[in-house]
């Protein structure tokens, strides 16, 4: 975590990658901010992310959420190396482990402990 926390170039590359995660996963603008922990109608903030202009703040909760994320979409890509509709679909999809309910869904109502809750459960996937 310090190594994030510290290194400019360690954030710029994990920003990069949850832009691209973020769409291939068809996140809407406002829920991408909700992710990250943002103010959900910042789209400048959002652009300025996008564009390298900016990258993942500072702060322990930022960068736990965007190693949570990217933890997700490995172990998803580790799970289904030759289905990437269906990677990319599962996080809009209600999934039986997590009480039947989608996994966008838990991680923006419930923040960090959702995002955490998703990938702990993502772990599991290869051992259901």
Request: glycine share 8%; with cysteine; proline share 5%.
């Amino acid at each position: 975590m310090e190594d994030w926390l510290q290194d400019r170039g360690i954030r710029r590359e994990a920003t990069q990658k949850l832009m691209r995660i973020f769409d291939v996963w068809d996140i809407a603008g406002g829920e991408k901010l909700e992710l990250l922990g943002a103010c959900a109608d910042d789209a400048e903030y959002l652009g300025r992310l996008r564009e390298g202009v900016e990258i993942l703040p500072h702060d322990e909760e930022s960068c736990r959420r965007a190693m949570n994320i990217l933890s997700i979409q490995r172990s998803l890509e580790e799970f289904a190396p030759d289905a990437p509709q269906w990677r990319d679909d599962w996080v809009h999809q209600p999934i039986k482990g997590l009480g039947y309910e989608r996994p966008i869904d838990i991680m923006r109502h419930e923040g960090l402990p959702g995002i955490e809750r998703v990938r702990r459960y993502t772990k599991t996937l290869g051992h259901l």
